[in-house]
């Protein structure tokens, strides 16, 4: 059984930092690609930041780049998030997820197969 559980999320002020842990269990890190899909009240989801685990490739939205940084330990299983200078626009709460590679493009959230429970960031003074 496949089991993702997200980690690191809370209240930071704005140009604070915030890192997101995503610990798996029962993944085959060698077919599958972790992403960070984040819900913001009244918003659609959207995934911000996605890793392909067979060969660390990364990709971001436009609007983290820069700012957001993902990453795996894959001796611990698990994926990062490292959040920089986060806006009051990042208030969200952010889904880890898993992709088995080949089953469609990292931004379709439709296709994710594995998902945790999430974790809350709050951007607030």
């Known amino acids: 059984e496949v089991q993702l559980v997200e980690s690191g999320g809370g209240l930071v002020q704005p140009g604070g930092s915030l890192r997101l842990s995503c610990a798996s269990s029962?993944?085959?890190?060698?077919?599958?690609?972790i992403g960070w899909i984040r819900r913001a009240p009244k918003k659609d989801p959207e995934a911000v930041s996605y890793?392909?685990?067979?060969?660390?490739?990364?990709w971001y939205i436009d609007a983290v780049k820069g700012r957001f940084t993902i990453f795996s330990d894959n001796a611990k299983n698990t994926v990062y998030l490292q959040m920089n200078s986060l806006k009051p626009e990042d208030l969200a709460t952010y889904y880890c997820?898993?992709?088995?590679?080949?089953?469609?493009?990292?931004?379709?959230?439709?296709?994710?197969?594995?998902w945790g429970r999430g974790t809350q960031v709050t951007v607030s003074s």
């Open positions: 890793i392909r685990l067979s060969d660390d490739h990364t």
């Open positions: 997820a898993a992709l088995e590679e080949g089953q469609g493009t990292w931004d379709s959230i439709a296709r994710y197969k594995y």
């Open positions: 029962g993944l085959n890190f060698d077919d599958y690609g």
